[in-house]
């Protein structure tokens, strides 16, 4: 039984106040809040068997390197990869695409194309082009209509054997559009082309499997599913890892070094240079074992409770527009009041205590497509309430009324 209050007693911060008001946390798409259970793990670590990982023979240096070896075994598990060693635990999402980026261009050569879709956030769209700079690639857009969702007939004409590399997000972080990833997958195979699908906003709501997607690339960020910030997983297929250069040098990406030679490690450790996130990478999986205890299916479904409802309760109010309407969509709104400055809203309700985001969300393209400066963002968590956006509604309207 999904028991929302019950929920909400594991997240200590939303216990707190903001401006002598409880907070409202909706600001779940830039980061999501941490249970107990996960605070309870980063305590454990560095209170009992904090040591450097894979070198020691020391016991403390076990310990850890068995629970960070057990925490991408949960990485594995949840996100269903063949093996182990196609899970790269990374910063985050954005390193990952730079991990993936860099490796590529050893293989693009002048004349590949590469495709981006028009509702990709600023980390997968910089690396890219500067891809395209170095090799001399073209990068083309997969555009999309004014409901924020892709136009697949524009992207089959743009697919040919030119085409290398396909990198689109799951779900939009802008708009909460769900992409037909399946799809865009299957036609980029058709025409030899890899894909590397940005999962940040994915994971907090999907278990993306990555066997059935048959994706090449995926990325996530611990901390948009209840981790802490600086980690998260590069999931590439053996063979794409194998056939990319490592990224950074240094120490446990070796298999032995000398001045004339050096001789890389296998997979994973290729691509984890230097000490990692060891904290981090354990919390991780304390956070995936968390999420997987209330369960996707059932997140999933309360959240959209959640979107209908706050989707039907915002349009009421006078003079609000609503970007991103796609049919498929996850529990982001993003919103403007005609004639007021998205700023504006969001520092008065700061006031009221509700955190949401405001601004272009790392993703400009997609401002200048609506020719609008930024938008209003409120994003729901499993851990949010009806109350909640029956307050958020009524402080956009008290905003409203004082910015009029
Ligand atoms: C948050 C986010 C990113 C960036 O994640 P980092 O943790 O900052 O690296 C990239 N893409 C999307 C869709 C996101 O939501």
Known sequence: MFNVEKIRKDFPILQREVNGKALIYLDNAATSQTPQQVIDAIVDYYTHYNANIHRGVH?????????????????????????????????????GINLVAHGFASILTKGDEVLVSALEHHSNIVPWQMLCEKT?????????????????????????????????????????????????????????????????????????????????????????????????????KEEWLNKL???????????????????????????????????????????????????FEAIDKYEHELLEYATAELLKIENLKIFGTAKNKTSVISFNLEGIHPYDIGTLLDKMGIAVRTGHHCAQPIMSFFNIPGTVRASFAFYNTKAEVDALVSGVKTAQRMLA
């Open 245 to 295: 250069p490592p990224y950074q040098g240094g120490g446990e990406m070796i298999a032995e070094v000398s001045f004339e030679k050096t001789t890389y490690a296998g997979l994973p450790h290729k691509f984890e240079a230097g000490t990692p996130n060891i904290c981090g990478g354990i919390a991780f999986g304390a956070a995936i074992d968390y999420m997987n205890t209330i369960g």
């Open 59 to 95: 016991t403390l240096s076990q310990e850890a390197t068995d629970k960070y070896e057990a925490a991408r075994l949960t990485v594995q598990k949840h996100f269903n990869a063949k093996e182990a060693h196609e899970i790269i635990l990374t910063a985050g999402t954005t390193h």
């Open 136 to 236: 001399g690639a073209t990068l083309k857009v997969i555009p999309m209509n004014t409901d924020g969702e892709l136009i697949m007939a524009d992207y089959n004409q743009l697919l040919s054997e030119k085409t290398k590399l396909v990198f689109v997000n799951h779900i939009s972080n802008a708009l909460g559009t769900i992409n037909p990833i399946e799809e865009i997958i299957t036609k980029a195979h058709q025409v030899g082309a890899a894909v590397l699908v940005d999962g940040a906003q994915a994971c907090p709501h999907i278990k993306a499997d990555m066997q059935a997607l048959d994706v090449d690339f995926y990325v996530v960020s611990a901390h948009k599913m209840c981790g802490p910030t600086g980690v998260g997983m590069l999931y590439g």
